[in-house]
């Protein structure tokens, strides 16, 4: 059974620029959530992909925005990148279809700098 | 409002001690879960356990074991006689409504010295 996922692992941007972080659920798991990490603080929910469409938002602006490919895997895009969008971005994989109790299984994450 | 306090930042002892983590939740759900999650170095949150709401009963895994009590809205973490390799950013996270939204905490940084 593979694990979930992510790459690249590290990753510089410049502000403004546009950035993809991308995602390979774990073997089984139909569900996908992404969080962002700053440092020192709790992960802080992002949004979450169940059958291809975006189900639940945290507190995050429109540039941030995703996909889930038929394969259950997702994509991460955030235009305009600012000075504060660096953090590392986890993404987490679950079965779904018995509730949400599920636990999730991250990934190693994605440490994303903006200079 | 839905939220999950740590209280302690950071903990320090000496490999071979007992220590605790604190974890306070606040939800209006009568049907929630809680999960602890391990963060090492390397920032892959690994998975420790998973409580619902309805099950109070205390969890032992090896040297570790898990307290939840619903009348204090806690769910403490306790590893018994630490280890080095036990050092890492630990988290508490809560899970509730119908939503796979996970609200953590700001995690304990444990430190066990050799």
């Known amino acids: 059974e593979t694990g979930v996922t992510q790459s690249p692992t590290h990753l510089i941007k410049t502000r403004g620029q546009q950035v993809t972080l991308r995602c390979s659920s774990q073997s089984g798991h139909n569900t996908v959530s992404w969080y962002q990490q700053a440092l020192g603080q709790g992960p802080q929910f992002i949004f979450q992909y169940y059958r291809e469409e975006e189900n639940g938002r945290g507190n995050f602006p429109p540039r941030f925005s995703g996909l889930q490919f038929p394969n259950y895997s997702s994509e991460l895009n955030v235009n305009a990148l600012e000075l504060d969008d660096s953090a590392l971005y986890l993404c987490?994989?679950?079965?779904?279809?018995?509730?949400?109790?599920?636990?999730?299984?991250f990934g190693q994450g994605t440490r994303l700098t903006v200079v | 409002a839905q939220k999950v306090t740590q209280a302690q930042t950071e903990i320090s002892v000496v490999e071979k001690e007992d220590v605790t983590l604190d974890c306070v939740y606040e939800?209006?759900?009568?049907?929630?879960?809680l999960f602890w999650y391990k963060q090492p170095p390397s920032g892959e949150l690994v998975f420790l356990i998973r409580r619902n709401s309805f099950d109070e009963q205390n969890e032992i895994s090896g040297r570790y074991s898990w307290n939840f009590q619903k009348s204090t809205s806690s769910f403490n973490f306790t590893i018994t006689a630490s280890q080095v390799v036990d050092s890492a950013v630990y988290f508490c996270a809560l899970k509730s409504g119908n939503t796979g939204k996970l609200i953590f905490g700001q995690g304990t940084t444990l430190q066990v010295k050799p």
């Open positions: 987490a994989s679950s079965r779904s279809g018995q509730g949400w109790a599920t636990e999730a299984f």
């Open positions: 939800t209006r759900d009568t049907t929630y879960y």
